[in-house]
């Protein structure tokens, strides 16, 4: 597996994983297919404004996508506060699900706030992604319920949030 910066002829596949990713998520509330698939569809523009990585099987195939929000001047920025980095979008095509690919790829966003000079990477995850919450924990992030958020009615968000001083380095990969 790699995790790298996208090219720019991945971007349509890159979408598409990201929106498999999200309509397959046990609970999730429906996604519009004209309104928020849309946005997990605009890799070109996240890739613009943001940093987008990828994870690459070794079949070469993409699998696994991610958005990283360096800072909260940035258009991606959902609640940032100065010091922070954060993550948006991340999804694993399903069938390539439970074979570290989420993992990898939220490890190298933390590699990139560390290697910034960032205080904390800083979150929101939907309430029904349990599974994902159950890794970001493991890598050290702590709820900050004061930081949930509910951008459209039937939307909660919960806040993580990483410490870079105290997280642990092997989060680095």
């Not at 990898?104 to 966003?109: G, I, K």
Request: proline share 6%.
């Amino acid at each position: 597996m790699e995790i790298r910066e996208i090219k720019s002829d991945e971007v349509e596949r890159a979408g598409e994983v990201v929106v498999a990713a999200y309509q397959a998520l046990e609970g999730a509330p429906p996604i519009d297919e004209n309104g928020y698939a849309n946005e997990l569809r605009a890799v070109a523009r996240r890739a613009r404004e943001a940093v987008v990585l990828v994870a690459v099987d070794n079949a070469d195939e993409l699998v696994g996508c991610v958005t990283y929000v360096p800072d909260d001047a940035s258009p991606f920025a959902e609640g940032l506060a100065p010091g922070e980095a954060s993550m948006r979008m991340l999804g694993v095509a399903p069938d390539a699900r439970r074979r570290g690919m989420g993992r990898s790829l939220v490890e190298a966003c933390i590699a990139r706030a560390r290697a910034e000079g960032r205080e904390r990477v800083f979150i929101h995850s939907g309430t029904w992604m349990r599974e994902a919450h159950a890794m970001y924990e493991s890598l050290g992030f702590v709820r900050v319920p004061e930081r949930d958020w509910t951008p459209v009615p039937d939307v909660p968000l919960y806040g993580f949030a990483l410490d870079l001083a105290t997280a642990p380095r092997e989060v680095d990969r």
